[in-house]
């Protein structure tokens, strides 16, 4: 066969796999079609079914395939961290500024700790941190990513829970904001690159004057222009974050930070966000997939992946329930705040694939991030959803 036929196979099993199992297997309560792919993913990659089955995985997964997926998933992932980026509002989070720096701060400032402190005791043994990185990258890279929280996702899982657009769902999306902002700029400074930050600056200080340009034009263009002028401003804000060494993830999550929402119907935003997971972000996490690595053995992953889960899930409960006292929350808020801001996939998948490309950690240390964001997403509903059955009152409930 050639190429062509077997990136059709390719994209056949990609989409056709996790689809079956997602809906005989009723897995939507515990694990939505983006968890399930994630893990298909994982499954059909190298380590799992290429183990297996080392025909199949060589004859569907050729490099000029691999490279075919990629491009794909190159572009998926910069869409969907831009929408990210015009889904942030500061502005509600300012008018509740004392309430949200508080929440935020200690929802995404202990799970840190707690993930750094994981990240010391991997240290202990060989096998995790990147040929590239040095020790301060590695801790604070692996304690960012304990400490993530999707927002994209959570979106998802609130509107399944149906508190989107409740009150208790407004305050957490201005908390994931603040750690969204966070979140990004840890990474930058992991990324800095003092070879090159002559380059850096550079961008940094181009995106500010074009990114002021660009905003003018925005308010002048008709809501039909601006989304075909906000992928031409994508684009090159990615290939100028990559270029200056940053990655290109950046530029994408810089490229949309400054795009005000208002600008766009907020129901096609929606459906583009819906529309890139159905379309062509299966393809990424098919290519996250092929990047796992259990080289150092099954065993020795899992108990990296579980003392991260750990990490993630004890450091957001314990910041949640701090501020909680704080703010003199009602009994039970915390938890139920706690366990959505657990929420990992994606996001925290997109921030260790960069580390990985920087070889600031390695393929197996990868692996291990890559479960602990599954799982800790795989809890959330299951976690939250008896809760709020049991505190029906505490939606309504105002900040």
Sequence with gaps: M???????IAMTIIFTVPYLIWRLGRTEYYAPLVVVQIITGILLGPGVLGRAFPEYYSFV????????????AWWAVMLFVMIAGIELDLRKAWAHRR????????????PLLFGCAAAAILL?????MGPKAMTWQFVLGVGMACAVTALPILILLMEKLEILRQPIGQRIL????????????VLALILMDWQRVGKQLAFLLAFIVVGYVFRSLMQRLAERDRWYVALIWLA??????????????????????IIDAEWFDQEKMDLLRHHVLLVIMPVFFLSTGLRTNWAMGGQAVFVGAALLLFASVAGKLIGIRVAGRILNWAPGEAGIIGWLLQTKALIMIIFAN??????????????ALLLMAVAST??????????????????????
């Excluded at 720096?101 to 400032?109: C, E, M, N, P, V």
């Excluded at 202990?124 to 995790?128: E, F, R, V």
């Excluded at 201005?174 to 700029?185: C, E, F, N, P, Q």
Aim: aromatic fraction near 10%; charge should be negative; charged fraction near 15%.
């Design 2 to 8: 050639n190429t062509t036929e077997i990136f059709l």
């Design 61 to 72: 997964f050729t490099p000029p395939v691999i490279q075919s997926l990629n491009g794909i």
């Design 99 to 110: 309430e949200s720096s508080i929440t935020a701060g200690l929802a995404l400032g202990t």
């Design 124 to 128: 202990t043994s060989d096998g995790w």
């Design 174 to 185: 201005r908390y994931a904001s603040l750690d969204d902002i966070a979140i990004w700029g």
């Design 236 to 257: 090159a804000c990615a290939f100028g974050a990559d270029w200056a060494g940053l990655h290109f993830m950046v530029g994408a999550f810089l490229a949309g930070a």
């Design 354 to 367: 960069i580390l990985l490309d920087k070889q600031i950690i390695t393929s197996e240390a990868f692996t």
């Design 378 to 399: 795989m809890l959330t509903v299951p976690m939250v959803a008896p809760k709020l059955m049991r505190m029906k009152a505490l939606i309504q409930r105002n900040a």
